[in-house]
T-cell receptor
Framework: SQQGEEDPQALSIQEGENATMNCSYKTSINNLQWYRQNSGRGLVHLILIRSNEREKHSGRLRVTLDTSKKSSSLLITASRAADTASYFCATPRRNTGNQFYFGTGTSLTVIP | ETGVTQSPTHLIKTRGQQVTLRCSSQSGHNTVSWYQQALGQGPQFIFQYYREEENGRGNFPPRFSGLQFPNYSSELNVNALELDDSALYLC?????????????FGPGTRLLVL
């Protein structure tokens, strides 16, 4: 079963704009991760945020985590056509470290 | 390139047949996890192998089985294929079981069951 839900399901923006995706999850976690997937191929790890962190940056990526609301957001600033992909949040299954529940994903299209 | 390879890239089988998918983990990684991703969905955890032993299983029936070899490569076997088994099968390798260790995914095997 899916642990997380991403919102929106699909997002279309112009190059240079910012893209924000949200993820909600169901159980308590010790970390949350975001992944990117191009054209139904393998997933690429983007960023990990621990449960005691509220915000984390990596290049043009900014992730926030609100454990009280069981939600996270991924912001991509100054988007590029190459950012076109599906984005998934992932949370560890109960009592495991790296066995993950993935959300349903947000499909991002960046128009040149 | 993550260093994780999967074979074959595509496969077509008929209902009731058996299939074996292969994954070579990144050098030095002793943990392999398998995921099933149906079209338009997120990946679902099948099972994980750590140092040649199964270390956790998702909500998949016993006809999904696996192996990990001494070189930490892995196989996923599916018996009595059903139409709903059509999906992208992904493997991910990592060093150890800590959630903070980055997982590296292979490009996947796309299975179509007719």
């Amino acid at each position: 079963s899916q642990q997380g839900e991403e919102d929106p399901q699909a997002l279309s923006i112009q190059e240079g704009e910012n893209a924000t995706m949200n993820c909600s999850y169901k159980t308590s976690i010790n970390n949350l991760q975001w992944y990117r997937q191009n054209s139904g191929r393998g997933l690429v790890h983007l960023i990990l945020i621990r449960s005691n962190e509220r915000e984390k940056h990596s290049g043009r990526l900014r992730v926030t985590l609100d454990t009280s609301k069981k939600s996270s957001s991924l912001l991509i600033t100054a988007s590029r056509a190459a950012d076109t992909a599906s984005y998934f949040c992932a949370t560890p299954r109960r009592n495991t470290g790296n066995q993950f529940y993935f959300g349903t994903g947000t499909s991002l299209t960046v128009i040149p | 390139e993550t260093g994780v390879t999967q074979s074959p890239t595509h496969l077509i089988k008929t209902r009731g047949q058996q299939v074996t998918l292969r994954c070579s983990s990144q050098s030095g990684h002793n943990t392999v996890s398998w995921y099933q991703q149906a079209l338009g969905q997120g990946p679902q955890f099948i099972f994980q192998y750590y140092r040649e032993e199964e270390n956790g299983r998702g909500n998949f029936p016993p006809r999904f089985s696996g192996l990990q070899f001494p070189n930490y490569s892995s196989e996923l076997n599916v018996n009595a294929l059903e139409l709903d088994d059509s999906a992208l099968y992904l493997c991910a390798s990592s060093l150890g079981l800590q959630g903070t260790e980055t997982q590296y995914f292979g490009p996947g095997t796309r299975l179509l069951v007719l």
